[in-house]
C-alpha cells in the first residue's frame, strides 16, 4: 500500500495508512457511522422475521441441557446466521450485527458464480448491455469476468450479477419459440385467425400476416401473445367473456 504521503489529509485512506492526526481520525469515526448506516439501511430491507431456533448442550456436571431463542437471527443473502445470534426488541434492523456487517461486505471474491449467471442469462437471451443496464456494471467488466480474464471481483459486483434475472431481457433480444407457438395455437383452437392475432400483436399492414420464427422469436413478441393469451382466454382454454 502507498505511504501516508500520497493521500489527503482528512481522508480514512491517509488514516488506514498511518496517520493519526485530527482531521483523519474524524474521517475514519465518520467512515464508520456511514458503514453503520449503510449496514442498517441493508437489514431493514430483509423481510424474513426472526425465527425460533434450539439450542442444546451438556453442561459440566453431564446433564444435557436445551435452551429456545425465540427471536434468532434469520442470516443474511439467503445463508443461515453464522453466529445463531439472538435478537434482542431494541435490535436495529432484522439482523445481529455480524449479519449487517456481512451484508455490506465488499470484500474480494471468485468470479466463478457471476461467470455462470451470465453464461446462463446469455443462454436466456439476455444479453451484457441488458445485464449492463440493470446492475450498473459496465460491459467492459461484465466482459472480463464471462470470457475469465478476470477471476477476482468485488462482493457487491457478484451480488449486483447475480440479482439480474429474466425482468432485465431486452425486447429485441432473441428467446425460445416454444411457449410463444404453443399459446399461438391455443388462440387458433379457440377460434381466433393468424390475420386477427397479427393485427392484435400491432401489425398495420393491409393484409396481416402473422411472422413468427420456428425456433426463436423477439422477446417483446413473446411478451405481446402472452398478454393477448392472457386477456381472451380464460384459465381452462375458454374465451373470456
Known amino acids: 500500500m502507498p505511504g501516508a504521503e500520497a493521500f489527503l489529509h482528512g ?5 488506514v495508512s498511518g496517520c493519526r492526526c485530527a482531521d483523519c481520525r ?16 441493508a437489514a431493514l430491507e430483509i423481510s424474513a422475521a426472526p425465527r425460533p431456533v434450539s439450542q442444546a448442550w ?33 435490535s436495529k434492523g432484522g439482523v445481529c450485527r455480524a449479519c449487517r456487517e456481512r451484508l455490506i461486505w465488499n470484500g474480494i471474491v471468485s468470479a466463478d458464480r457471476a461467470r455462470a449467471h451470465l453464461l446462463a442469462l446469455s443462454r436466456a437471451g439476455i444479453g451484457r448491455n441488458a445485464v449492463a443496464a440493470a446492475s450498473d456494471i459496465s460491459r467492459t467488466v461484465l466482459h472480463a469476468i464471462r470470457t475469465g480474464r478476470k477471476i477476482q471481483i468485488r462482493a457487491a459486483t457478484e451480488r449486483s450479477i447475480l440479482g439480474v434475472d429474466a425482468g432485465a431481457r431486452a425486447d429485441h433480444s432473441l428467446v ?59 384459465r381452462w382454454g375458454r374465451r373470456a367473456a
Not at 481522508?11 to 488514516?15: D, G, H, K, L, Q
Not at 445463508?79 to 439472538?86: E, F, G, I, M, S
Not at 377460434?191 to 413468427?212: D, V
Open 176 to 234: 425460445p419459440a416454444r411457449n410463444t407457438w404453443r399459446r399461438v395455437r391455443g388462440l387458433l383452437a379457440e377460434g381466433f385467425t393468424r390475420t386477427s392475432i397479427a393485427r392484435q400483436l400491432g401489425s398495420r399492414a393491409k393484409t396481416p400476416a402473422l411472422q413468427l420464427g420456428h425456433n426463436q422469436v423477439l422477446a417483446i413478441t413473446a411478451l405481446k401473445v402472452e398478454r393477448l393469451f392472457a386477456l381472451h382466454i380464460g
Open 58 to 90: 451438556t453442561g459440566s456436571d453431564g446433564v444435557k441441557r436445551l435452551r429456545v431463542y425465540t427471536r434468532a437471527c434469520p442470516g443474511a443473502h439467503g445463508q443461515p446466521c453464522r453466529l445463531r445470534a439472538h435478537l434482542r426488541k431494541d
Open 11 to 15: 481522508t480514512r485512506a491517509r488514516y
Open 26 to 41: 474524524a474521517s475514519n469515526v465518520r467512515a464508520y457511522h456511514e458503514r453503520q448506516a449503510r449496514a442498517v439501511a
